[in-house]
């Protein structure tokens, strides 16, 4: 018998210019393409979805119909889960993590056979996902818009990062990084967290008087302390790859890029951590931000004791950012896919909530055919609704804070 | 001079288009081209500009791009010593159908419309040798083009997952 060779992955050359003239190249593979695409399906009325339960092994699996082209497909469980998954905001690559997450396996060859046996049967559809790329492409004759693009565009590129990571965070975890995941690392950080708390409180006593220390300059001193705050987006990431060191899991990625081309921030892949026990993902996920609850804390401390004037109004300024960060991190209801949202959907078996809730109550507003009501119902509406608000109240929050060191 | 122009005709002699020139045709040849040199990066000219002259590549790395999206370009080919581009729009006085821009330092000889005539038809045997050695370059050249075309189409399959087989 002879081996069918395996063709090589087919790739091209982009050249990407960039503001000042200069231009880099890219080799983008189709494989790379491939897991960052959003299937999306044919529109609700054009499909029919009906679960039959097998009278032998009594599991359920559906019959999937497209109206159009009278075709008809049977998917089994995990496959009508993925398609659930196909609504154009999830990209591949997510759906494979959720798939993990739900059935605690890597099977990962349904995902290309499933969307094989979709696009044959003519219900996906292959639009570009994100609709505001999708708007902004539409508009490039308008120059402001064609500015946002190229911005988005160049910012989502700068990507500084590292495949090689692992035998540093191995170093990194045996000269002492090991400590972090002690009983007595827990215990200081309990305690810290609880002085820091009653450093914030006697703080928020005399804030009209540490406030002034900025000296009317508080914009710029704001703008100064989330600068600072980036820099510990890398602590925190670092934190997150040790970890996974811990677990005994590897960390296959660490870097720095700008979020959807905004956000610049930190990374580090923890992807491996889905092999290990949920208590792991569980401690991966919320040790990261413990990075900012000490720091902030140390900062309350700090500015407790320091002088007046504006070294104190800055230390007050980054415990209560450092403190923000942490609750950010940790609180899972602000439309951010964040450490705490991981913890939630781990513990709730809904790993694509957000995408999911933002769908159902998009439908509910655009007066859609109403949805039974159901325990996930709740759960859509109970997160875009606690979202909504919190998102709500932080931005109150600052706006007041802003305010009222200006004053 | 006379050694500037010996070592520039020994490099055109390695050119295709000018491998069947005998001596004197090469160094009458040389007295119509004019240097051009190129920083690392450097534009030299973009898609849809109008195009007087061709260019020989005779030190350095030369990027062909062709505009996809926004800023983002495809890179269509690469030439290095010996190669040439630019001819297109000599013959069909088109615009220039590709950006082309030095990926290294890089050095070009230039040889412009008037220049080109002049030597056809001066030299009928010159000319016949330059515009055999130019089809033979068209012709692997629409192969590589070819090529090149089946295998973004490939890519394009892998990257959307589409299964023509068995459609």
Not at chain 1, 323 to 345: K, N, R, S, W
Not at chain 2, 82 to 93: K, N
Not at chain 2, 129 to 138: I, K, M, S
Request: hydrophobic share 50%; glycine share 6%; proline share 3%.
């Amino acid at each position: 018998m002879t081996d069918i060779p395996v063709p090589r992955r087919a790739k091209i050359e982009l050249l990407v210019r960039r503001d000042d003239e200069s231009f880099e190249l890219q080799e983008v593979s189709s494989s790379a393409a491939w897991v960052q695409m959003c299937p999306t399906r044919v529109a609700d009325a054009d499909f029919e979805l009906a679960e039959v339960t097998s009278r032998v092994s009594h599991e359920p699996s559906f019959i999937l119909k497209n109206r159009k082209t009278e075709r008809f497909l049977m998917l089994s469980e995990p496959e009508r889960f993925l398609w659930d998954q196909m609504h154009g905001h999830t990209a591949l690559q997510e759906m494979a993590t959720a798939y993990v997450l739900k059935y605690g396996e890597f099977n990962f060859d349904i995902i290309p056979s499933l969307v094989r046996k979709l696009q044959k049967a003519q219900l996906l559809t292959l639009e570009p996902a994100s609709r505001l790329r999708r708007v902004l492409a539409r508009n490039r004759q308008q120059r402001l818009l064609r500015a946002a693009e190229a911005t988005l565009f160049a910012l989502e590129r700068i990507n500084i990062s590292s495949r090689r990571v692992q035998p540093f965070f191995d170093r990194l975890y045996h000269w002492g990084g090991f400590l972090l995941f002690t009983r007595a690392a827990a215990v200081v950080c309990v305690l810290l967290g609880l002085l820091g708390l009653a450093a914030g409180v006697r703080l928020w006593q005399s804030a009209d008087t540490i406030a002034a220390g900025f000296g009317g300059h508080a914009v710029v001193a704001v703008i100064s302390v989330k600068l600072l705050l980036l820099t510990t987006l890398a602590f925190h990431q670092l934190v997150h790859g040790l970890a996974l060191v811990h677990y005994g899991r590897r960390v296959r990625e660490f870097g720095f890029t700008f979020l959807h081309g905004i956000l610049p921030t930190f990374y580090v892949d923890v992807t491996d951590i889905f092999m290990a026990s949920r208590r792991a993902r569980v401690v991966t996920a919320v040790s990261g931000t413990l990075v900012h609850l000490v720091l902030g804390a140390l900062w309350f401390l700090v500015a407790l004791y320091a002088p007046p004037g504006f070294f104190r109004a800055f230390a007050a300024a980054s415990g209560i950012i450092q403190l923000q960060t942490f609750v950010i991190a940790l609180y899972p209801f602000c439309f951010i896919e964040m450490d705490g949202y991981h913890v939630l959907v781990d513990a709730l078996g809904v790993p694509t909530l957000k995408s999911d809730a933002l769908t159902y109550v998009a439908g509910l507003l655009r007066g859609a055919a109403p949805v039974p009501w159901s325990r996930e119902a709740a759960l859509y509406l109970g997160y875009v609704m606690l979202s909504t608000l919190s998102v709500a109240g932080f931005v109150a929050f600052n706006v007041l804070l802003i305010l009222h060191a200006r004053s | 001079m006379v050694s500037k122009a010996a070592d520039t005709a020994d490099f055109i002699k390695t050119v295709r288009l000018f491998r069947e020139f005998n001596d004197p045709e090469l160094l009458a040849l040389t007295g119509r081209l004019r240097e051009r040199k190129l920083r690392k990066g450097q534009v030299l000219f973009r898609e849809g500009d109008e195009g007087e002259e061709m260019f020989l590549v005779r030190e350095g790395a030369i990027l062909v791009s062709k505009a996809v999206t926004g800023k983002v370009e495809q890179v269509l080919a690469r030439f290095g010593p010996g190669d040439f581009f630019g001819e297109m729009s000599l013959f069909d006085r088109s615009p220039r159908s590709a950006t082309i821009q030095a990926e290294t330092d890089a050095m070009l000889l230039a040889l412009d419309r008037d220049n080109l005539n002049g030597l056809i038809q001066v030299n009928p045997r010159a000319a016949a040798a330059f515009f055999h050695g130019l089809v033979q370059v068209f012709i692997e050249r629409l192969r590589t083009s070819s090529e090149l075309v089946a295998e973004i189409t490939r890519w394009g399959l892998e990257a959307t997952g589409l299964d023509m087989e068995s459609r």
